[in-house]
Structure formats: C-alpha cells, structure tokens
C-alpha cells in the first residue's frame, strides 16, 4: 500500500468529531490538538446549543465533544443539548469536556445520553484515549469523573 492510499484509508476510517464549547480559544486549542491525530477529524464546532444541532445535522460526526456550560444559557443546557442530540442520532458519541465536577452532573450527563466525562485539566493523552474509547462505543472517564460515579452509585445506610 502507497503512503498516499494509506493517508486515504485513514481519511476514510477517521473519526469525526464536532466541538461544541462557547469559547473559541478552547476549541482553537483541542482542534490543534486534534488535527495532529491522522485517526481524528474536526468536522465541524459550535458555541451554542442551535449552533451544535444544526453542525452536527450538516457534518453527522461520531463524537462531540461537549462543555456542559454555554455561557449565556442555563446551567443545564449543556444536559438538555446532549440528550437532544443522542435522542435524534443515537449512534452519535457525546464525551463531555468540562470544567465541572460534581457527582451529580456527571450522573446526569450519563442520563442524558453521554458516554464519557473528562474535566478540562485533564492532559492530552487521557483526551486522546477518551475520545478513542468512546468511539469505539466504550464509556470513558478521568479519574475525577470515575470516583464521581464511585460515590452516586454508593447506598447510604
């Protein structure tokens, strides 16, 4: 196989991810990251909950990477937006990229559809993992995420 048919088979098996984040310095960022990965594609960002429907309906990406806060909405449009979107394209991957973690956010973004929850300090190469894991229909969870989930799931005598 030619390196050029190896670029093109990549192109044609990578996955396809959409940012959806309110600041455009944070998706300039994961979008530099990300394009360096010959196995990952940026097809598209938003800043909005209207703006990512719209993107992803155009670009049909694999995974979104998902800030449950957009600035001018409440704090619960990132859940709302995230289960609109699985509830629409239920094979669609959402990995939700936050500063955010509280036990209860991440269980709710579990219910509303998300298969994975990293906080934004987490380095490149757990970003890179998660979203591999989760397109490969695996959950995916920094350590701070995982032991949120640890705690929800305890009964309380």
Do not use: W
Not at 47 to 55: D, F, G, K, R
Request: charged share 25%; hydrophobic share 45%; net charge negative.
């Amino acid at each position: 196989m030619t390196t050029e048919q190896r670029t093109a088979a990549a192109l044609a098996a990578a996955v396809r991810i959409v940012l959806v984040d309110d600041h455009a310095i944070v998706r300039h960022g994961l979008r530099s990251i990300l394009e360096r990965e010959s196995d990952l594609e940026v097809v598209g960002e938003a800043s909005t909950a209207a703006e990512a429907v719209t993107v992803v309906e155009r670009a049909r990406p694999s995974i979104v990477l998902l800030d449950l806060k957009l600035s001018t909405g409440a704090d619960t449009e990132g859940l709302e937006l995230c289960a609109k979107l699985t509830g629409r394209h239920p094979e669609l991957a959402v990995l939700v990229l936050t500063t955010f973690i509280d036990d209860s956010l991440v269980v709710d973004a579990i219910h509303h559809g998300a298969r994975g929850y990293v906080v934004k300090d987490v380095d490149t190469t757990e970003l890179l993992r998660s979203i591999r894991a989760v397109a490969r229909n695996e959950s995916a969870f920094d350590s701070h995420s995982a032991a949120a989930m640890v705690r929800s799931m305890r009964v309380q005598p």
